[in-house]
């Protein structure tokens, strides 16, 4: 492979990484600000959560429309529409004078958003040949886990030395970092309307929203997804209210532990994405989400009395567990439809991953919300989660229809 191609792979890749790392880094910053957001507004703490429940709502939600609209209109160009709709909400949520507005800033952020991760996974798929494909959404997932983790640190820097309103306004410059990048680096061609082998026009598609969900290998890695991301999330949250009523754990040690998780998850991730390269998809996601299964029973098996030792050594293996896996997921998903519809393809397997987190959240509340009594139960339905994953991404290795258009006459 020359080396002005990878080259220009890496330049598509930082591109991507740069626009989709906004969504988790404003996610995990805003975690942090919260106090200072209610005391500041006037809202109360209660009603600030909003700012956090309508984002990842709207996330998911409006992921397969941005990618459908993607595949129609442009990836590049819908991509870019939402960079510059995310900079003029970010700005306005740092000026909002109340919390009310505010909000609706927010909402703005998660409508711009939805417009960029989706068809930036597809860019991601148009520019990378098969074969490395699932090494660029390794790396692209460990941007993302990086981003996610900084988060909390950088919204307390900035927080501390300049308000609550600094952590959506420091998203301006990065956005027109992120645009420009895109700009020099993403192809602009309208995949839902050219054939690739030959430069010709299609008619316009009539587009069947279930068609996508019957093939195998997209149901299978999609709701694989779905479920892996219930068991991490539920984790995330869970570790804490189950350290919380222990004597001898802080809150540190608390977030000590759980990024043993997330630095696990964003090491892993390119091997994990090489090895789907070499091996077929198949192999890591599976392997990795037997791991995460494992990790699962062993958090049930300790309940509401972890030992330290046992309590960072399923952290641990589940990291590894989610960073083998995660990248062959969303290249199975990807790969197994018509590239013309990679758009609204990466919108649905979004919305797989935030149905996880939601539901994980509402058992969350259901099981743990009144202590850590639960604990063992709570933990049992991560693990049966990861297992069930586990075995739908045995079927990655099978052969997947590849959706089809049909075409009006």
Known sequence: MR???????????????????????????????????????????????????SYVVAMATLAPFAGRLGDRLGRRRVLLWGLFAFAAASAAAGLAPSLELL?????????????????????????????RRASGFGLLGSAVGAAAAV??????????????????????????????????????????????????????????WAQPLRVPVFGAATAAVGLSNLAMYGTLLAVPVVLAGQPGWSAADAGLALAMLSVAMIAVAPLGGRLADRRGNRLPAAGGLTLLTI???????????????????????????????NAALQTAAIEAVDPRRAGVAAGLFSTGRYAGSI???????????????????????????????????????????????????
Request: aromatic share 4%; charged share 10%.
């Open 359 to 409: 539901v994980s959240a509402l058992l969350l509340a259901a099981l743990l919300g009144h202590g850590s009594s639960h604990a063992v139960a709570f933990f049992a339905i991560t693990a049966a989660a990861a297992g069930t994953s586990a075995l739908l991404a045995l079927r990655l290795g099978g052969e997947g229809r590849v959706v089809e258009f049909s075409h009006e006459s």
């Open 103 to 131: 909000i609706v800033a927010r909402l703005g952020q998660a409508i711009a958003g939805s417009l960029v991760f989706p068809n930036a996974m597809a860019l991601l798929r148009d520019a990378l040949p098969e074969g």
């Open 3 to 53: 080396a002005s191609s990878r080259s220009s792979d890496r330049t598509v890749l930082a591109a991507v990484a740069l626009s989709g790392t906004l969504l988790p880094l404003n996610s995990t910053m805003l975690a942090v600000a919260l106090p200072d957001i209610a005391s500041g507004t006037g809202g109360g703490v209660a009603a600030s959560s909003w700012l956090v429940t």
């Open 151 to 208: 988060g909390p640190a950088l919204g307390g820097v900035l927080v501390g030395a300049l308000g609550w309103r600094a952590i959506f306004l420091v998203n301006v410059p990065v956005v027109a970092a992120a645009v420009v990048l895109s700009l020099r680096a993403l192809p602009s061609v309208v995949p839902a309307r050219r054939d690739a082998g030959r430069g010709r026009a299609h008619p316009r598609p009539r587009w069947d």
């Open 295 to 325: 990790a699962g029973a062993m958090l049930a098996a300790m309940g509401a009395a972890p030992s330290a030792g046992g309590l960072a050594a399923a952290l641990l293996l589940g990291g590894v567990g989610l960073g083998f896996a």
